[in-house]
């Protein structure tokens, strides 16, 4: 596959902070690379110096083989954006917001209509065209705020954080959208700090912190560099001090947390984890009520190379 | 195109805070234009004076009050000065006239002793004013001869006696234009009203930082978008212009319009919407919220309006406020309109000051251009 994006030892200071730490990474045509941080970790400032809104100190971008400049209009005709915050006209209703932007890139009106109905469509807001964006709830003007973005078809769409701050039912939608638009054969470059969604939707992921790069690839080559098999959560009433130190001596067992008749046990790698414990629970008769089992998350992993939990 | 209809649909959307003060400028227009009194009122009333004299009563300055005596109803018991400008308010008192101390003396001996007047609005003001302009510039040419000063009573009593139906005449021609000069100062409120509100809401709608975000990265040059965004702020000031001049014609009939007073007091509008629109765009820069764009626009259409004489005629103003408004180009665009109103000839000494006070507020254009330049330029340094 063909690289739609390549950054090249991208530096972008702010005073003294520097925002994008000498930043390489390359995006392949017809995947979503999920870009993973906490806030402040440099995901939006990556994505707005690939996208020329902001001058970087170093570096070289290209997109579709071409140096990314402010006035490269014939790459930009191929780029939609949707940006963290809603970014749409008060005044105009929600289908005059989206011809507008479409229109930014198509001029042929009868294309254009068949595009907005399209968009339209697509984020599910048929029924509310000639609402204006202040009649909308938080979910739908999320999905209004998409559907300006890709309204005109583009090949390569980049999303910041689109389902901040909305409901379960509207974020399902979009990311129904998202899968859609990559069937489509669109590339897209998703930044959150979501990891849940980088899970479902993405087929590479970076992860960013300090505006570096520290780790990448699929989301199972992630979580295998994760150091812990799983965590196992028990209900349990009540335990002993002595029967909470012998979970401690079963083999893989990283750590033990009891707290509240919750029991958390961290394994690392290893095999027969929860037949050993079970065992235990039966020979010291322990009395339990559910037990869960979970494998580690990019969380887990960002938690292991960084110290900190990815929303901190 | 895409950006044109934007704009236009974006003006539809406040059409009503364009609508609400060209009613008023209407409404105003109207009752203006019927409230102004007939020549035929005006020949049967004389002006109501109070005089303050501050000179012995004795040769010139007897002559000079028996004078006025003569063409005006003298009124007494004005001491109180709050209750001086409330009777000149309502017009019970025309104008109030300060007549120096040594003034006979000064005026035999040549000089030009300085007759302190403050007057009502309307024409028969106009009459008082003529009338004492009239008999100081007769005593001032004679005082010139060096002749005594039973003589020089003489001389001015008689010039006086042939001159002044002329002067009612002239005043005549200036009633005229005081509905013409009423109307375009209140044109200062819904001018500021209508371009201030539909300008900054467009402009601040493009610049929401947001939206200025996603057009960045459109497939569009943003600075073709500003040339048509500027196109069509232009179209729209013009259009908003023309319809403000052809209500003048109903409101104020052709006579008046179609006249070289007619024009001028266009011409400064014109320079005056131009002015409104480049204050539109400064402000517009801070890409301000709806509501704080109808806030600003009431301050500043309607304060400038207060201070600058639109809805209260400037003599009226405390003096503080009159020096204040000097710094605002309504005063100018306003007393550029008082002016065009006394013209009774078109020559250089009664154009210049009228075409200076309309470069003065072209001037004030090129300040808030150059203004908003800067503060645009610093703000997307600082982003």
């Known amino acids: 596959m063909k690289n739609v994006i390549e950054v090249k030892h991208l530096t972008k200071s702010y005073k003294t902070n520097k925002a994008v730490d000498d930043l390489s990474l390359t995006v392949k045509e017809g995947e979503i690379l999920g870009l993973l941080g906490p806030n402040g970790s440099g995901k939006t400032t990556t994505m707005n110096c690939i996208l020329s809104l902001l001058k970087f100190d170093n570096g070289e971008i290209n997109i579709f083989g071409k140096e990314m400049k402010p006035d490269a209009y014939d790459i930009k005709s191929k780029i939609g954006v949707v940006f963290q915050d809603v970014a749409v ?131 199972d080559e992630l979580k295998a560099l994760a150091k812990i098999e799983e965590k196992v959560t028990i209900e349990v009433p009540e335990l002993a001090p002595k029967q909470l130190s012998g979970f401690e001596k079963i083999k893989n067992v990283s750590e033990v947390v009891y707290d509240n008749g919750v029991l958390k046990i961290v394994y690392r790698k290893g095999k027969n984890n929860l037949i050993d414990m079970m065992e235990y629970l039966k020979a010291n008769k322990i009395q339990y009520n559910k037990i869960f089992s979970e494998r580690p998350t990019l969380n887990d992993v960002f938690l292991e190379l960084t110290g900190k939990e990815l929303r901190d | 195109m895409i950006v044109s209809k934007a704009f236009w649909k974006i003006v539809l959307k406040n059409i009503g805070s364009i609508i609400l003060p060209t009613v008023i400028l209407l409404m105003f227009g109207t009752i203006s234009v019927t409230s102004v009194d007939s020549t035929a009122q005006y020949e049967a009333r004389k002006p109501a004076l109070v005089i303050f004299n501050h000179d012995e009563n004795v040769g010139l300055t007897k002559n000079f009050i028996e004078y006025l005596e003569e063409n005006a109803t003298i009124k007494t018991g004005y001491e109180d000065d709050d209750r001086l400008k409330d009777a000149l308010f309502y017009e019970e008192v025309t104008a109030v006239i300060e007549i120096p101390e040594n003034f006979h003396q000064d005026m035999a001996l040549g000089h030009d002793p300085e007759v302190k007047m403050r007057s009502s609005a309307g024409y028969v003001a106009e009459l008082a004013k003529v009338a004492v302009r009239r008999y100081l510039s007769v005593a001032k040419g004679y005082s010139a001869l060096h002749l005594s000063e039973q003589e020089l009573v003489a001389k001015v009593d008689k010039a006086i006696a042939n001159g002044v139906k002329t002067e009612m005449k002239a005043a ?148 503080s406020v009159l020096a204040f408004a000097h710094v605002l180009p309504s005063y100018y665009y306003i007393d550029a309109n008082d002016k065009i109103m006394k013209i009774q000839q078109f020559d250089a000494a009664t154009m210049v000051p009228i075409l200076l006070e309309i470069a003065v507020v072209a001037g004030f254009c090129v300040l808030f251009v150059a203004l908003a330049n800067i503060i645009s330029k610093k703000r997307q340094r600082i982003a």
């Not at chain 1, 005109?152 to 409901?167: G, R």
């Not at chain 2, 965004?229 to 001049?245: E, G, K, M, S, T």
């Open chain 2, 172 to 319: 005549v021609d200036t009633s005229k234009y005081a509905k013409a000069s009423r109307y375009y100062s209140f044109a200062n409120y819904t001018i500021l009203s209508c371009f201030i509100t539909i300008i900054c809401l467009i402009m601040s709608a493009f610049n929401r930082e947001q939206v200025r975000k996603r057009n960045l990265v459109g497939a569009i040059d943003i600075k073709k978008m500003n040339r048509i965004l500027l196109r069509n702020c232009c179209i729209y000031v013009l259009a908003a212009w023309v319809f403000y001049v052809v209500i003048s014609v109903f409101v104020l009939g052709v006579e008046v319009v179609f006249t070289a007073q007619g024009a001028l007091y266009a011409v400064n509008s014109l320079v005056f919407a131009a002015c409104a629109t480049t204050i539109a765009y400064l402000i517009s820069i801070f890409a301000l919220s709806a509501g704080a764009v109808n806030g600003l626009q009431n301050v500043l259409a309607l304060g400038t309006s207060f201070l600058c004489g639109a809805f209260v005629p400037a003599e009226y103003l405390p003096d």
């Open chain 1, 89 to 219: 006209f008060d005044e105009l209703t929600v289908y005059g917001n989206i011809d507008y932007f479409c229109g930014l890139y198509i001029e042929d009106k009868n294309t254009r209509a068949q595009y907005v109905e399209d968009a339209l469509k697509l984020v599910g807001l048929e029924d509310n065209k000639s609402q204006y964006p202040k009649q909308l709830s938080g979910g739908l003007l999320r999905r209004l705020n998409i559907a300006c973005g890709i309204a005109h078809k583009p090949k390569l769409i980049f999303l910041d954080e689109p389902t901040v701050a909305v409901d379960p039912q509207s974020r399902n939608n979009i990311l129904e959208g998202i899968k859609k638009l990559r069937d489509d054969g669109a590339t897209i470059i998703y930044t959150t700090h979501y990891m849940e969604e980088v899970e479902i939707l993405c087929d590479r992921v970076i992860i960013l912190d300090h505006g570096k790069i520290i780790a990448s690839g699929t989301n």
